[in-house]
C-alpha cells in the first residue's frame, strides 16, 4: 500500500535494481503496473519513468547478460549509467561524510562520487526534456 501511494504521488520514477534474474523479473512487473495501471488512472503527469540504474554492480557476465535481458524486455525504458559495487558508501556513511568529501582524500571514493554526479547530470537532463516537452504541448 505504501508503494503504491508513494507511486500515485511521485511525477517521476528512478528504479534502482541489481543486474540479477530475480530484480529484473521483478523491476518488470513494477514498469508494467505504472505504466498499465497508474498512468491510466493518473494521467501522464504522474510515474514517468526516468530510467533503470543498474546498481552494485561488478562488471561480470551475469551483470552483463542481465543488462541485455533487461534491455530486451524494456526496450522503452532507458537503462543509466550503473553504480558499481565498492564499500566506499558504506565508508561515506560510517564516518557520516557525503561522497563528494571522501572522494578528495580516496581515489575509489573519486569513482564512485564521479559516477553519482553523472547519473544526477542525467537524471537532471533528463527531467528538463520532459518538462520543456510539456511546455511546448
Do not use: H
Request: glycine letters at 4%.
Amino acid at each position: 500500500m505504501i508503494a503504491n501511494n508513494g507511486l500515485c504521488a511521485a511525477q517521476y520514477v528512478l528504479l534502482p535494481t541489481q543486474m540479477e534474474y530475480f530484480s529484473v523479473y521483478g523491476i518488470r512487473s513494477v514498469v508494467r503496473r505504472i505504466k498499465n495501471e497508474l498512468q491510466d488512472e493518473m494521467g501522464k503527469e504522474r510515474g514517468n519513468i526516468l530510467g533503470i540504474v543498474p546498481i552494485m554492480t561488478q562488471g561480470n557476465k551475469l551483470n552483463q547478460l542481465t543488462k541485455k535481458l533487461l534491455e530486451k524486455y524494456l526496450p522503452d525504458v532507458p537503462v543509466l549509467a550503473e553504480i558499481k559495487r565498492t564499500v566506499k558508501w558504506a565508508d561515506a556513511a560510517q564516518e557520516r561524510l557525503p561522497i563528494y568529501i571522501l572522494a578528495e582524500k580516496d581515489p575509489q571514493a573519486r569513482e564512485a562520487a564521479t559516477t553519482a554526479y553523472n547519473l544526477t547530470e542525467s537524471l537532471v537532463n533528463i527531467i528538463n526534456q520532459i518538462e520543456t516537452a510539456k511546455r511546448m504541448e
